[in-house]
């Protein structure tokens, strides 16, 4: 082995983030591209990093300082995977001591130098940022982040159905208007949901390669975000008896109530106020979706500076907008703006006060959803 040498960020790689299916498919597609054609994976360090305990950490650290130290089994180059690291954050095994030690001198050792023949990969999920051994690794290593975007923000669904497209056409699926937009919807930020939805649709389609609005909403399981949906359809169609139900479900399930209440409740009244003004004062084409977002582009911008535009600024975040068009008659204009501050005051409640939190979002609902006596 040539005498070790100051890494440089072409040798260590760090692939971290909230989408694991993302990290950990990375992550492998990287070791194989460093591997030899001929090496196979014996001639690799394959460390698993998933720890049942800080002491578990450490024996796990200081089995990668060894195989960094350790010539190649076969001779030529090697790499030393550190796979599905659990401790790195500032949770569970990652709290104790001898994981923060352990990992200090993973770095201690690579910053000594490495052979010119040893790469180095760490795949994990979380990395604690506030430590020292991140702004050192930083230093070092070439860092790629896979999140899951938060879906309490508007326009999460952009590089979601980014993504979603790419790996459709990789595929052979195309999708009519607004079918693939419904997919996101349901299918949520998970990343392994979403590729597991696309095998259905793509074994389910067999020589037909399009798929449309009926065939996903028949295909496609319902995540946390898909329940987060069902529960916005529900107010649109002002079902208030569905709405409660669903409600209850989720906190049931553990969901926080000011995150549905981001997440579920405020984008649909915010998507109904948006259009049902909208419509009040413009035409708008409402046959489908291509058509929708062609009769927007056309408005002047002084009738749609308001409205929600996608991360990378190329246009208006329409898909929500088009999905209240249908719903968008089971509420007056007045209804709806009372509806939006009482989403407001609802916030505030949950934040400042210590009413029950499903008791706040229930008198919300009710609220929002009950007919005007006639």
Request: with cysteine; glycine share 8%.
């Amino acid at each position: 082995m040539p005498p070790p040498k100051k890494p440089n960020a072409s040798q260590v790689n760090v692939i971290l983030g909230s989408d694991e299916a993302r990290v950990k498919e990375t992550a492998l597609m990287l070791v194989r591209s460093l591997t030899p054609p001929d090496a196979g994976d014996f001639s690799n360090d394959i460390i698993d990093g998933t720890a049942d305990n800080s002491e578990h950490a450490g024996t796990i650290c200081s089995n990668v300082c060894m195989a960094l130290q350790t010539l190649p089994f076969f001779g030529g180059s090697k790499v030393v995977w550190l796979k599905n690291a659990n401790f790195l954050g500032e949770s569970g095994a990652g709290r104790g001591q001898d994981a923060v030690n352990g990992f200090e001198r993973i770095i201690d050792v690579i910053e000594r130098g490495l052979g010119s023949d040893v790469r180095v990969v760490i795949s994990t999920t979380s990395i604690d940022k506030r430590r020292s051994a991140y702004k050192r690794i930083s230093k070092i290593a070439n860092i790629e982040v896979f999140d899951k975007p938060d879906t309490s923000r508007a326009g999460w669904e952009g590089p979601v159905i980014a993504m979603a497209s790419q790996k459709a056409r990789d595929m052979g699926i195309t999708f009519e208007s607004g079918a693939l937009e419904l997919l996101v919807q349901m299918a949520g930020d998970d990343t392994r949901q979403m590729e597991n939805e696309l095998e259905k649709i793509d074994l389910y389609l067999g020589e037909r390669r399009r798929a449309g609005l009926k065939t996903v909403q028949n295909m496609v399981s319902m995540s946390r975000a898909g329940v987060l949906w069902d529960l916005g359809n529900a107010i649109g169609k002002r079902d208030l008896p569905r709405a409660l139900e669903l409600l209850g479900t989720l906190l049931y399930q553990g969901q926080n109530a000011i995150g549905l209440l981001l997440a579920a409740i405020v984008p649909r009244v915010r998507s109904l106020l948006l259009i049902k003004d909208l419509g009040s004062r413009h035409k708008l084409n409402k046959m489908n979706y291509n058509g929708f977002c062609a009769s927007l582009e056309a408005l002047p911008s002084t009738a749609t500076s308001h409205l929600p535009r996608k991360k990378d600024g190329t246009g208006f975040n329409a898909y929500p907008m088009f999905l209240a068009l249908p719903e968008a008659g089971n509420y007056t204009l007045e209804e709806l703006h009372a509806g939006f501050k009482a989403c407001l005051a609802a916030n505030a409640k949950l934040v400042t006060s210590s009413l029950d939190p499903k008791l706040v979002l229930e008198r919300l609902l009710i609220g929002l959803l009950s007919k005007p006596a006639r």
